[in-house]
């Protein structure tokens, strides 16, 4: 039997406002000392009233028309009720009945399909608290547990979408898509690993006469791969039930990265279990047009129009533009380099492999490997005219990114000036070929492949300086003679 996979994503994203949603202590609590960023108002003092933050509102309408949602001219903030230590309130403000935003959709790319995801909607809520499990993971088996309120109150958006995802890697890809966009957006910093983005899975699956599995919820899945490596062991579960005739349980599950599976945390809860009912301490929530027309005018560009502009302006190759497209700092580096060397694919080339790899092995952000755009003209310059080889100029490269150094004066001072004498060449060719008069004999009898045995002595001879392709000719002379 062949199951089909059926998905769907809620995403908490925290909104990088100056202030919390309702009060003016500061949003951004990420690592700060417990209970210190907090005021009566997020936390649920008898006698406080909620004041709106303007800029959760306009980040709310921004993330809305750029997930082509419809902006709801009139939306209402609800209760949503239940006891948790982390909820000092007993409720979470949130908008239940009427959302700021809805039926948008975003386009996932994912090889050569493009297929529309919909957005079903988007809501404006703010977080909870945290609590802090003495010795534990969890509050099960913990001896002691600590609260710090200083998330309460945090602004979030919700972005639900409909089940629209078919398999578990789409569902990663659609995640980082979401991150892009939010980040190009500046409404989020879209860190998953800081809690800035967070992930709630829901997986289904249904077989060919079309009758479909329970649905499962996955919570809070704190990274990319995660939501990929969660909905895959789900995948597997559901679909070994279902083949040995047992229906899954409608339930809530949680993923454990250290194990690298998905464990009961409970059954599903019904939406009506939390009582939502219009917050009365907060009067509807009226977007004007003009606030609408206003966002819509300012709006940067998104990660696809990006990609699109890549592909035309500089004639990248599609995976070339959405890999530099994917991050802001990166593409507008990109950007920079392409324009100073008026070579825009050996920059995308150079970014994509040499900056990027030491990004990546040595752990440093964009700024520590930013070689200047005239460096990188020189560099150029050099391998153009034949001066220094690629290798070479890949060698030098982590030199330059850390002394800043010139790659003209690297070169010079290192003696690293490719060998273009043929004097040279043609000593170290001959070498080889007294060195292995049975290869030479191999070319001679028509095995030309051998050529290659002679370039790699030349190169190993002049240290990979001589002019691989002035080493292929003369190698080639040579031996025919
Ligand atoms: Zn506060
Ligand atoms: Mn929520």
Redesign the pocket.
Known sequence: MMYKTVIGLEIHAQLKTET?AF???RADVFDLEPNT???P???GQPGTLPVLNERVVEFAVMAGIAMNCTINRRSVFDRKNYFYPDLPKGYQITQYFFPIAENGYLYLVYGEEKRSIRIRRIHIEEDAGKMVHQGTESITGSSGSHLDLNR??VPLIEIVTEPDLKSPVEARIFMELLRDTLRALGVCSGDMEKGALRCDANISMVDESGRSSNRVEIKNINSFKFVEKALEFEQERISKALASGVDVAKETRSWNFSSKETYSMRSKEEENDYRYFPEPDLPELIISDDLIERIERSLPELPWEKVERFMEQYSLPGYDASVLASDSEISSYFEEIAQATGKPKESSNWIMGEVMRLMNDRQLSLEEVKVSPENFKELFDLIEQGKISNKIAKDIFPVIVENGKSPTQLVREKGLQQIDDDTVIEDAVRKAMNDNPAAVQQFRDGKEGVLGYFVGAVMKATKGKANPSKANEIARRLLRD
């Open positions: 919390k009060c003016s202590c960023v907090i005021c108002v997020c936390t309460c109150g």
